[in-house]
């Protein structure tokens, strides 16, 4: 009942990172600010939930397990900035599939640094959903921006390192685990936004209610979520459903604003579903005969 727990919370976040491109889209400013007022304002959301849930504003920060989680906000934070960075310069779709290259480095690394041994099940099913995502993100035979790929491709080592920095923790708080990583993550956004734009912020009126939802729900709220399950899943778990982020971006993007899905993406979807369920088979297995 427990696991299941937390497959439910790792999934409820990917489904809110998933809507992140549909709340950005209402919003006029560029997107290094954006990435500055989401984790400002989830920063803020979960510093204030921490107080009030343990009764003191401190953290111990003589314990290495701190150090990683630390290690692993500045990486969200890395990996964020370049993302929307590689977002503007190549576009939703390559820029994706250049960050879910993650969950790959993750997966090839999991036996060395984690000890977890791949299956054939794991590694088949796996495969599966790389196609599927690559299926479901579209069309991006164009050509591209060198620049953007590169962006890409660091958001993607990065967007690693938070996942590993993250599972080598062995912090049980949830709260106080995503409340360090995210404001570490503010702190490497705001020397980036500084050094950038020199702090120019343009923020309208108009902009304000979708910052404060992206910021309150999809950024405080979906780091909560997703930082407090990680740490109980498996890599390969973490790895394999990761992939319901950038599905759940298209489904919703059909479900909301009306986008049609092309046959490829039908069958990309289908895919990539098979696949999480097929890797995932042994650890329901597991989960089944504990019972």
């Known amino acids: 009942m427990k696991i299941r727990k937390e497959y439910t919370k790792y999934i409820l976040s990917l489904i809110l990172f998933g809507s992140n491109g ?3 889209g209402f919003i006029s400013l560029p997107s290094t600010e954006i990435v500055f007022w989401r984790t400002m304002i989830g920063s803020i959301l979960l510093v204030l939930i921490y107080i009030m849930k343990e009764k003191k504003c401190y953290i111990k920060i003589n314990n290495k397990d701190v150090l990683y989680v630390t ?7 890395i990996s ?4 929307y960075e590689a977002y503007n310069l190549i576009g939703v779709s390559l820029s994706s599939l250049a960050y879910y290259c993650g969950p790959v480095i993750v997966m090839v690394l999991s036996p060395l640094l984690f ?3 791949l299956t054939v099940f794991n590694i088949i099913g796996f495969q599966a959903v790389i196609l599927g995502a690559i299926l479901v993100n579209g069309d991006i035979s164009k050509n591209v921006n060198n620049i953007g790929v590169i962006y890409g491709g660091i958001s993607a080592v990065a967007h690693a390192f938070m996942v590993i920095f993250s599972k080598k923790s ?3 708080n949830g709260i106080e685990n995503a409340m360090i990583q995210l404001v570490f993550s503010f702190f490497t956004v705001v020397i980036y936004f500084g050094i950038t734009e020199q702090f120019s912020l343009k923020m309208t009126l108009s902009d304000l209610f979708w910052i404060v939802i992206l910021g309150v729900f999809n950024t405080g709220v979906g780091c909560y979520l997703y930082f407090s399950s990680i740490s109980k899943l498996s890599v390969k778990t973490v790895s ?3 992939y319901i982020e950038p599905l759940s971006a298209v489904l919703l993007a059909v479900m909301i604003i009306g986008e ?3 046959v490829i993406q ?3 979807t289908f895919t990539l579903i098979v696949g999480m369920l097929f890797a995932e088979c042994t650890n329901f297995e597991k989960s089944y005969k504990r019972r």
Do not use: L, T
């Open 240 to 242: 394999v459903f990761g």
């Open 170 to 172: 062995k912090m049980k």
């Open 115 to 117: 000890g977890e041994k």
């Open 260 to 262: 049609r899905m092309s």
């Open 22 to 24: 549909i709340i950005a």
């Open 266 to 268: 039908i069958i990309g």
């Open 80 to 83: 964020w900035i370049f993302f």
């Open 71 to 77: 290690f692993s906000g500045i990486s969200m934070g």
